[in-house]
């Protein structure tokens, strides 16, 4: 039993609840039949005093006090006052005093010293307590104090057992309930015992396990959901990493060994200084691939890791867009492709980041060049309106089969391996792109026609940019 568990937090929790509760009612209930038995003995007194007075009353004129007195002590053996009973009148001179008084034990007060209503007191009588009434009569003008009484011993008895039995009951109730209590939450909470330990052997190496789902449709089953549908995406995540890790090294060790086979001949055959150059221009063609791989894998892990480190600024789009043309250019004339554009000459701001849209820009103009053959047209186009500025990249290339189209943006995707290396890309272009995009909270689609050209539409909400003052 381990104090930092739930389940003995819990029990405690209740034990202390539940003492406190019965601590309350066994405490009020002691004294609720301590008044209320009270109460029924001092009803019965008034009672008596009452019969008393009715007698006096019905015997005075006809009787002396001695009669009276014969009179009083056989009623009061059957009932009348009962056996601890006296009456004295106004000098004090005894009326009456039932047996068990006589010895004097209680004084009386003169009815000059007492009022109508009676009053009570608990006094001792030879050792045992007994409740006394005491209240005034007058009959036919004279004025008398009677004095009734009953015994508390048998009271004081039974409200002692009923303290033994609360006593006793209580702590055995609490008992009972702390065990019943603990072995409930221990049984409910069990459930979070196997999910802790199937927690504990899921690992890196093992993270398509899922945890057993307890069908209770409570907290613990949907606990156990929630955790199993974050190992889903941690799964996924992983495998999408370990996917990048083995794709990258693939990618990495191409150009790596072209570089290194070239380096070799160079240096094992003698070589003309026009081979010499042809190698140099090889190495060279393959370093500049390899390092332009590296950057973007850097960005994507970058983006992996939540520190892509993009602006949240105010820019301008067709900034971007222009400096991305710049860059087509030399690319275009290379393949006699007629590059054209139609900017917009006003400024589309947009709230990011201006040299990621001049990357994104690029990565679509150049894939464009790249997939067009000699001769044929790419075109770009920026129109802001609507709240959302679109940038559109056309070609007339050789266009994505519509089975491919839901892969482009994916990781190391190419439609073609082979002639794609042949041209230097790595798959990479398309989703970075689409990182790009996410993060300026915009959509990427794809519109193509094998044979016919592919048209890139990209979608991003313009920034709101505050009214100057003075301005509606
Ligand atoms: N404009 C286009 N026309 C036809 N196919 C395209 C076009 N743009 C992309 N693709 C196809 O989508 C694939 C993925 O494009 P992406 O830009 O991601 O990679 P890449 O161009 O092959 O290499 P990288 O951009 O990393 O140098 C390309 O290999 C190509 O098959
Ligand atoms: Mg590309």
């Not at 002396?64 to 009456?87: A, M, N, T, W, Y």
């Not at 917009?344 to 820009?361: F, K, Q, W």
């Not at 792109?433 to 048209?455: K, Y």
Request: glycine residues 8%; hydrophobic residues 40%; negative net charge.
């Amino acid at each position: 039993m381990r104090f930092g568990s739930i389940r003995v937090r819990l029990t405690a929790w209740y034990l202390m609840m539940l003492a406190l509760g019965l601590g309350v009612f066994g405490v009020g209930s002691w004294f609720a039949m301590r008044a209320s038995v009270f109460h029924a003995i001092e009803e019965e007194l008034a009672d008596r005093i009452r019969d008393v007075k009715t007698f006096l009353q019905d015997q005075t004129p006809f009787r002396s006090k001695i009669d009276i007195r014969d009179e009083l002590s056989e009623h009061s053996v059957l009932g009348l006052g009962g056996d601890l009973f006296q009456i004295c009148d106004e000098q004090g001179g005894w009326l009456y005093r039932s047996s068990a008084l006589e010895s004097g034990l209680v004084p009386i007060r003169l009815p000059s010293q007492v009022g109508d209503q009676p009053v009570y007191e608990n006094l001792t009588v030879r050792g045992a307590p007994v409740r006394f009434a005491t209240a005034r009569v007058v009959i036919e003008g004279h004025p008398y104090t009677i004095q009734v009484a009953e015994p508390l011993e048998e009271f004081y008895e039974a409200l002692e057992r009923f303290g033994l039995m609360l006593w006793i009951s209580v702590p055995l109730l609490l008992i009972g309930a702390g065990l019943g209590g603990y072995l409930i939450s221990r049984r409910a909470l069990k459930p979070v015992d196997l999910i802790t330990t199937a927690a504990e052997s899921i690992s890196i190496n093992n993270l398509a396990d899922r945890l057993e789902v307890p069908k209770t449709s409570d907290e613990l089953q949907r606990l156990s959901e929630t955790l199993n549908r974050m190992l889903s995406r941690l799964d996924i995540s992983v495998q999408k990493m370990s996917q990048l890790t083995a794709d990258a090294s693939h990618e990495l060790r191409a150009p790596v060994s072209l570089i290194r086979t070239t380096a070799e001949l160079a240096v094992h055959e003698a070589r003309t200084n026009t081979e010499y150059h042809g190698d140099m221009m090889q190495i060279l063609a393959e370093a500049e691939r390899t390092s332009r791989l590296i950057d973007s894998l850097l960005l994507l892990a970058r983006a992996d890791a939540g520190e892509g480190g993009l602006q949240h600024e105010l820019t301008d789009v067709s900034t971007s867009i222009r400096e991305a043309m710049e860059q087509g250019w030399s690319l275009a004339a290379g393949k006699r492709i007629e590059l054209t554009a139609n900017l917009n000459s006003n400024p589309i701001v947009v709230r990011g980041d201006g040299e990621a849209l001049r990357r994104l820009s690029f990565i679509l103009i150049e894939n464009a060049i790249k997939y067009t053959p000699e001769g044929g047209r790419v075109h770009v186009r920026l129109e802001g309106s609507h709240a959302v500025v679109t940038i559109e990249v056309t070609d007339s290339g050789i266009g994505i089969v519509e089975s491919d189209q839901p892969h482009i943006f994916d990781r190391f995707w190419r439609a073609d391996k082979v002639r794609s290396r042949s041209i230097g890309g790595a798959g990479l272009g398309l989703s970075i792109a689409r990182w790009i995009v996410d993060q300026h909270h915009g959509s990427i689609e794809v519109q193509s026609q094998p044979g016919q050209g592919s048209t890139f539409t990209v979608k991003i909400p313009l920034a709101e940019i505050p009214a100057p003052l003075g301005q509606p």
